[in-house]
């Protein structure tokens, strides 16, 4: 059983900046797929960023490319997700994902991050 560990979020104003980070237990994690998911209130469970377990390829979704960067240490088991210029509409519950092959839809994670809060203010 993989163990994925999230920061916590935080409250920033718009224009702003956080950088979320999750820690796996297991060393096996760094041939994982990494990324991360958000949920925002009244709506479905999103994909913002997957990577790679070489790290070498990156996915992000329209919304949030330009503005993210999602970026993973083997040696430390943690995937880490810098969000800059954060606009009120990134609001929403940030979980981290590990999955054995790729990681494109909520079904192919095969473990979660327990979830933090990112609040945005205009």
């Known amino acids: 059983q993989v163990q994925l560990v999230e920061s916590a979020g935080g409250l920033v104003q718009a224009g702003g900046s956080l950088r979320l980070s999750c820690v796996a237990s297991e060393r096996t994690s760094s041939t994982y797929a990494m990324g991360w998911f958000r949920q925002a209130p009244g709506k479905e469970r999103e994909r913002v960023a997957s990577?790679?377990?070489?790290?070498?390829?990156?996915f992000y979704s329209d919304s949030v490319k330009g503005r993210f960067t999602i970026s993973r240490d083997n040696t430390k088991r943690t995937v880490y997700l810098q969000m800059d210029s954060l606009k009120p509409e990134d609001t929403a519950v940030y979980y981290c994902a590990a999955a054995r092959g790729v990681l494109i839809r909520e079904k192919d994670a095969d473990y979660w991050g327990q979830g933090t809060q990112v609040t945005v203010s205009s």
């Open positions: 990577i790679t377990w070489t790290g070498t390829a990156t």
